[in-house]
């Protein structure tokens, strides 16, 4: 019963879809959460306060004072109070007020004000779902840390079939439900993560680069956020995205770029994760204008070493930070990788054998040995890249727990 007892802020917009808020209010209350709605003179339009405050068991707030005795509706009481906001529906228009700060009303002062986590479901016409402008604002929410619970397909008001439909209250509740049973054993951690490849400009057009793709550094860093840590994510470029709103995306192209912020976050982290596929070396002079291709002659390229990100952490680290490093080998792997540990000075290693089908670049598993400062060595089968970021967090960190 992981929504028992939890407090939850309730915004209803105006949309045909608010029918469904009445059903979402019965079922929170149902599971043991305490409910209090909020709605926008649009919503009230769609539903009455009459029936929700009485599905909900507390007065529905709307405006900023209440009718006739003139007391005041604290929107920073309820941003205090909430474990959880969810707005459901939430129209074009509400979404729009959210991500532009227009607070015209009770449910987007009430949100300005949250503390707690903020879910929306959008709901509204297919066009105006696509629309760009509705797009740019989901965008934008979602980088603010609003996670978007993706409205369904189906008939919609208008009688077209389409992507718009508010999710079902019994899908809002699961996902919420989930929200609340993530482990939090890393909450109040700060974890620093690199991950993808670095770029090494050549020319305007060309770059030094390598085939990692990023996926086990993002799959590491979710997992750190999903158990309730901080996480700054320092990447190297790649198509992925990210879903958890505790992850701060930091992207970098090259080396040196990569360098300079992990540097820079690293003193107040309690932890780094070094997953990117770092170029070793650069360009010594990147050419200003495209290098022209000249008949029948070669082209000479001079590089020079990047810096040592892992190292750098490594020389800098103090007691009580804990530093873990991944080694890619393709032979004499586990004396390399016991090595690397050793000159960077990490606490732990991940070994990864190009050797292993599946494991490495691109691909969505991996097969890792993690190997210890203190002489473990914990060996896995093949696994999803989520699965063997949830291993390494509970092998590096549990154990951690007993070392420092
Ligand atoms: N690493 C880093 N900065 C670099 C090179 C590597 O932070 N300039 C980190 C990687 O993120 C990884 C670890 O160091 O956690 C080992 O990377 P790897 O490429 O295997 O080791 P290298 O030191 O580059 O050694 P080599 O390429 O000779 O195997």
Redesign the pocket.
């Known amino acids: 019963m992981s929504l028992q007892g939890k407090h939850i802020v309730l915004g209803i917009s105006g949309s045909i879809a608010a029918y469904k808020s009445a059903v979402l209010t019965r079922l929170l209350i149902k599971k043991g959460a305490e409910v209090q709605i909020v709605i926008t003179p649009a919503g009230r339009e769609f539903i009455t306060s009459v029936t929700l405050s009485a599905l909900s068991g507390k007065p529905v707030v709307s405006e900023f004072f209440a009718q006739g005795d003139g007391t005041w509706h604290s929107h920073v009481e309820l941003g205090l109070w909430a474990d959880l906001m969810v707005v459901a529906p939430a129209t074009a228009a509400t979404l729009g007020k959210m991500a532009n700060g227009i607070a015209d009303n009770m449910l987007i002062t009430t949100y300005l004000s949250m503390k707690a986590p903020v879910f929306v479901a959008p709901a509204m016409d297919l066009d105006m779902f696509q629309h760009i402008t509705t797009q740019r604002n989901l965008e934008t929410l979602q980088r603010d840390g609003v996670r978007i619970i993706d409205p369904a397909t189906g008939e919609l008001a208008s009688h077209l079939e389409g992507k718009g439909r508010m999710e079902e209250p019994e899908q809002i509740v699961a996902i919420l439900e989930q929200h609340f049973s993530e482990k939090s054993d890393l909450a109040g951690k700060r974890i620093l993560i690199?991950a993808g490849p670095t770029y090494e400009r050549i020319d305007p057009v060309r770059f030094i680069g390598n085939f990692s793709s990023g996926k086990m550094g993002f799959a590491l860093a979710e997992e750190c956020a999903a158990r309730g840590a901080e996480v700054w994510l320092i990447t190297g470029p790649t198509a992925l995205s990210l879903s958890h709103p505790a992850i701060r995306r930091i992207d970098v192209e090259s080396?040196g770029e990569m360098h300079a912020a992990a540097l820079q976050t690293f003193p107040e982290m309690d932890m780094a994760i070094?997953?990117?596929?770092?170029a070793?070396y650069r360009p010594e002079q990147m050419a200003k204008r495209k290098i022209k291709r000249t008949e029948g002659e070669g082209l000479s390229l001079t590089l020079i070493p990047?810096?040592?990100?892992?190292a750098a952490l490594g020389h800098i680290k103090r007691e009580g930070q804990l530093l873990i490093?991944?080694?890619?080998?393709t032979d004499n792997e586990e004396v390399?990788a016991l090595r690397?540990m050793e000159r960077?000075q990490l606490d732990f290693i991940i070994l990864n054998s190009l050797r292993d089908e599946g494991a490495g670049f691109g691909h969505d598993t991996n097969k890792v040995t993690i190997l210890s400062r203190s002489g473990t060595k914990r060996s896995f089968e093949l696994q999803t890249k989520k699965e063997v970021a949830r291993n390494i967090i509970d092998t590096t960190f549990s154990s951690s727990q007993i070392i420092y």
């Open positions: 690199t080396a070094l997953s990117a596929a770092v070793d990047n810096p040592d990100i892992a490093g991944f080694a890619l080998e390399n690397k960077k």
